[in-house]
């Protein structure tokens, strides 16, 4: 059963947009939230990540998600898009009954145009 | 510093071969992973260990070998039944009791030709 769903493969902004990347969870049980970011031929670096508290995380290089229960989501965002902010972005989630075990889903590939 | 390294970055193989990609990790870290990555497939999990001499598969091990001999060392064995094997492979660690995601490796890109 997929537990992280990230809706569309590739998604496009000019440079100073808004970037929004979708990501829902299937889950009955609170879960722990990843954003990751992948570069070119590169392992996988944590932007921010929802565990407890606070709902709206702040993460690295300006990006920001917020866990909303009730939809069942944790989108990223960021308010205005930079040029080096083009890369592959996954959405991750652990639930609690899996252990250390991480599910992420299928990725976006965001592209930032001049 | 500390952090994950894969050893080649790039691997290319003749098909029916065994293949084995190294890992290593110096942030003490207990729990290692191995991922397979695809195009449009995001990261599927192989195999994992949470402590030394002890591993468990994940949801595509078929094909795959490893083992822990060492708290420091996962490496993986892409073995002649794995029937594709040309991927990208990410190697992760976790340290145990508290869980803030996973430090990943810079990957190692393998091709069977």
């Known amino acids: 059963a997929q537990s992280v769903t990230q809706l569309g493969s590739h998604v496009s902004v000019s440079e100073g947009a808004l970037v929004l990347l979708r990501c829902n969870y299937s889950?009955?049980?609170?879960?722990?939230l990843f954003w990751y970011v992948q570069y070119p031929n590169q392992g996988l670096q944590l932007l921010l990540k929802?565990?407890?508290?606070?709902?709206l995380v702040k993460g690295i290089n300006g990006f920001e998600a917020e866990f909303k229960k009730s939809e069942t989501s944790f989108h990223l965002t960021k308010p205005s898009a930079h040029m080096s902010d083009a890369a592959e972005y996954f959405c991750?989630?652990?639930?609690?009954?899996?252990?250390?075990?991480?599910?992420f889903g299928e990725g976006t590939q965001l592209t930032v145009n001049p | 510093d500390g952090g994950i390294t894969q050893s080649p970055k790039y691997l290319f193989r003749k098909e029916g071969q065994n293949v084995t990609l190294s890992c290593e990790q110096n942030?003490?870290?207990?729990?290692m992973y191995w991922y397979r990555q695809d195009p449009g497939q995001g990261l599927r999990l192989i195999y994992y260990?949470?402590?030394?001499?002890?591993?468990q598969k994940g949801d595509i091990a078929e094909g795959y070998s490893v083992s822990r001999e060492k708290k420091e060392s996962f490496p993986l064995t892409v073995t002649s039944a794995q029937k594709n094997p040309t991927a990208f492979y990410l190697c992760?660690?976790?340290?145990?009791?508290?869980?803030?995601?996973?430090?990943f490796g810079s990957g190692t890109r393998l091709t069977v030709v």
């Open positions: 992760a660690s976790r340290k145990d009791r508290a869980f803030y995601g996973y430090t």
């Open positions: 889950s009955s049980v609170p879960p722990y």
């Open positions: 929802y565990t407890t508290g606070a709902t």
């Open positions: 991750a989630v652990k639930k609690e009954t899996s252990g250390s075990r991480l599910t």
């Open positions: 942030l003490n870290h207990d729990a």
């Open positions: 260990s949470q402590i030394v001499n002890d591993f």
